[in-house]
Nanobody, 114 residues
Framework: VQLQASGGGLAQVGGSLRLSCAASGVVFLNMGWYRQAPGKEREMVATVTRNGYINYADAVKGRFTISRDNAENTVSLQMDSLRPEDTGVYYC???????????WGQGTQVTVSS
């Protein structure tokens, strides 16, 4: 199983970035994004199930939008109205049916500067 993340980079406060993740040929129950800021634990940002149920962290509600393409086995995260506290390494996440341990992508850096 491979998760290939792309996107991220540097944005100014109030700007936008888009993350994308392509998964290899396995069907996943749940896909999404987690992030880890320096000195902090990894936290859930947004997840989406195969049938479209979406969960957002309170900190990103109304600013981030997650989407999933089951046919292409991809998940994306549109991040708008970025804030400095959104800075961190973002990890693509995917959970297979019948598993309790998820798969993780390689992580992509998002930096929001003021």
């Amino acid at each position: 199983v491979q998760l290939q993340a792309s996107g991220g980079g540097l944005a100014q406060v109030g700007g936008s970035l888009r993350l994308s993740c392509a998964a290899s040929g396995v069907v996943f129950l749940n896909m999404g994004w987690y992030r880890q800021a320096p000195g902090k634990e990894r936290e859930m940002v947004a997840t989406v199930t195969r049938n479209g149920y979406i969960n957002y962290a309170d900190a990103v509600k109304g600013r981030f939008t997650i989407s999933r393409d089951n046919a292409e086995n991809t998940v994306s995260l549109q991040m708008d109205s970025l804030r400095p506290e959104d800075t961190g390494v973002y990890y693509c996440y995917a959970l297979r049916y019948g598993r309790t341990t998820p798969n993780w992508g390689q992580g992509t850096q998002v930096t929001v500067s003021s």
